[in-house]
């Protein structure tokens, strides 16, 4: 098999032979450094990856249905239900059911979970200035579009669906 390199030169290799300079390589390395990084810097704040995602949006939107906090996190009902339950027993989110729809759940940020905020906006801010240490602010630029064709590539006829994400929604 004959892999690209990023330097241009090709090499043969078999699949379990990959160089680690492969594009293939990298994108599986920096993808581990980041989930890893984020999960000891949202670990101080007792919370896991994914957590900070659901409670931005309350944040940011207020109350939300379970059902669409999911869907806008891009996660199916079970996962969802798992990080909604861990959130609420911390304190950080709770549930009640839907005036118009008992069997909807809203999904709110408590007090204490609103004290996280600032917190949680500081481990963003951290992970991005590790993640673009090094670049300028132009190649941190074009590495967000780079990042996007590639997603675009890799998500095909909508297999990861981004359109559903509220207006101006910066989320993952």
């Known amino acids: 098999m004959t892999l690209p ?3 241009g ?6 699949a379990w032979e990959e160089s680690p300079d492969s594009l293939n390589c990298l994108m599986i390395q920096a993808a581990r450094g980041h989930r890893t990084l984020m999960a ?3 670990a101080e704040l007792d919370l896991y990856p994914g957590q900070e995602r659901a409670l931005t949006l309350l944040w940011e939107y207020g109350p939300q249905p379970q059902n669409v906090l999911a869907r806008l996190i891009g996660i199916d009902m079970s996962t969802m239900t798992k990080t909604l339950q861990r959130l609420e027993r911390s304190g950080f989110v709770s549930r009640a059911p839907s005036p118009a729809n008992r069997r ?5 940020s408590t007090p204490k979970g609103d004290a996280l905020r600032p917190e949680v906006e500081r481990v963003l801010a ?14 941190a630029e074009e590495l967000a ?3 996007k064709t590639v ?13 559903s ?8």
Do not use: F, K, W
């Open 5 to 7: 390199r990023l330097d």
């Open 9 to 14: 030169e090709v090499t043969e290799a078999g």
């Open 40 to 42: 000891a810097l949202l």
């Open 104 to 108: 909807v759940s809203i999904v709110s």
């Open 126 to 139: 951290e992970v991005h200035h590790r993640m673009t240490g090094g670049l300028s602010p132009d190649q």
């Open 145 to 147: 579009l780079l990042l």
């Open 151 to 163: 997603r675009d590539n890799l998500c095909g006829e909508g297999a990861c669906d981004t359109s």
């Open 165 to 172: 994400y509220l207006s101006g929604d910066n989320l993952c």
